[in-house]
């Protein structure tokens, strides 16, 4: 009964990208998501609007949060025009010290996909459908680093994007 967090990484316009770790998601397909959502009587939140429901308010309405992993440019180009039209909200986030998702294309064969640009960040805020979280800085597998780097990628992360946009990371 908690709310619940559906997670996406890439989108397309259509399939067949061949993506080896199988992260993709059709405009279409998204956009049909979208659609049952609304038809099930769901209500798109951010975790910002979480914290101001408050966590003793959060069963009066089916809130759901829908999230995308690092900050792909095709989150702008396919997912941000489909919450525009339907007028969902979600979350992005975003490894600011990166122009390509490395891990993804060393370990599971993706393509170096470009992340998204300053500008369209910033009109992603400016929406107030997306609500920009912090993933880390690089992207760094986190298990197998020291723990002065772990908390140098999350902290640094969320203080970087902070700064950078002049927002608060929730």
């Known amino acids: 009964m908690e709310v619940p967090v559906l997670m996406y990484h890439q989108f397309e316009e259509k399939g067949g990208n061949n993506s080896e770790a199988m992260m993709t998601i059709t405009a279409a397909h998204f956009e049909l998501q979208l659609k049952m959502l609304k038809l099930l009587g769901y209500t798109t939140i951010t975790f910002r609007d979480l914290e101001k429901i ?95 780097e772990r908390v140098n990628e999350i902290r640094g992360s969320k203080e970087f994007l902070e700064r950078k946009y002049g927002i608060k990371v929730t």
């Open 54 to 148: 408050g966590l003793k308010n959060r069963f009066k309405k089916k809130y759901i949060i829908l999230t995308a992993d690092d900050g792909y440019e095709n989150n702008y180009e396919y997912m941000f025009p489909l919450l525009v039209k339907h007028n969902m909200k979600a979350v992005i986030y975003l490894a600011p010290g990166l122009d390509h998702i490395s891990f993804d294309a060393k370990n599971h064969g993706e393509r170096k996909l470009p992340l998204m640009h300053e500008s369209q960040v910033r009109e992603l805020i400016k929406s107030g459908l997306v609500e920009i979280g912090s993933h880390t800085l690089t992207h760094a597998n986190l298990p197998i680093v020291s723990n002065a």
